[in-house]
């Protein structure tokens, strides 16, 4: 990072980490979650590489750490519902603990691949992988050709994947 990248941060911290730390906080209801964010929003900002202007730093900042907001609750559903999932099956089937901890990472990434997807592509994909549809049905649903699902159900698999190999 250059010198004047570094006094950027250096700035940014020094003038609005308590801001942020006191407005996550308020939003979480937990000072160790608005730590965390709030270290995680700095090195959002420091990984982009861009820098607002004094006068934008605030509002740069919280809509930084608006989305680490979304991206927590998200991955409590995801974990909450992998949770519920497993309380459905006998406990000595479970997985490890280990096990568990990749597989709801695994799941939070495919939900943040197919949140990327426009929406029908998602939606398509949804509809035969969790409903059950053929694509014949999902194309009636949607009000597009057969040709149409298969291209949205191509698209999902491969962004799935590529998340899965890397």
Same mark, same amino acid.
């Given at each position: 990072?250059?010198?004047?990248?570094?006094?950027?941060?250096?700035?940014?911290?020094?003038?609005?980490?308590?801001?942020?730390?006191?407005?996550?906080?308020?939003?979480?209801?937990? *000072?160790? $979650?608005?730590?965390?964010? /709030?270290?995680? &929003?700095? !090195?959002?900002?420091? %990984?982009?590489?861009?820098?607002?202007?004094?006068?934008?730093?605030?509002?740069?900042?919280?809509?930084?750490?608006?989305?680490?907001?979304?991206?927590?609750?998200?991955?409590?559903?995801?974990?909450?519902?992998?949770?519920?999932?497993?309380?459905?099956?006998?406990?000595?089937?479970?997985? *490890?603990? $280990?096990?568990?901890?990749? /597989?709801?990472? &695994?799941? !939070?990434?495919?939900? %943040?691949?197919?949140?990327?997807?426009?929406?029908?592509?998602?939606?398509?994909?949804?509809?035969?992988?969790?409903?059950?549809?053929?694509?014949?049905?999902?194309?009636?649903?949607?009000?597009?050709?057969?040709?149409?699902?298969?291209?949205?159900?191509?698209?999902?698999?491969?962004?799935?994947?590529?998340?899965?190999?890397?």
């Amino acid at each position: 990072m250059s010198d004047s990248g570094s006094d950027s941060v250096h700035s940014l911290y020094a003038n609005h980490h308590a801001w942020l730390h006191g407005w996550l906080k308020r939003k979480l209801g937990c *000072s160790f $979650e608005a730590a965390d964010l /709030a270290h995680d &929003t700095y !090195v959002r900002l420091i %990984a982009s590489r861009r820098f607002p202007q004094p006068d934008e730093s605030r509002a740069w900042l919280m809509q930084i750490a608006k989305g680490l907001v979304v991206d927590l609750y998200r991955h409590r559903q995801i974990e909450a519902a992998f949770r519920d999932s497993l309380a459905l099956m006998p406990e000595d089937r479970w997985p *490890s603990t $280990e096990q568990q901890a990749i /597989a709801i990472e &695994t799941l !939070v990434e495919i939900d %943040a691949v197919l949140a990327s997807l426009p929406a029908r592509v998602r939606e398509a994909f949804l509809l035969s992988r969790f409903d059950g549809l053929t694509y014949s049905e999902i194309a009636v649903r949607l009000k597009v050709s057969v040709a149409s699902v298969r291209k949205y159900m191509l698209r999902a698999a491969l962004a799935c994947f590529a998340t899965l190999a890397a």
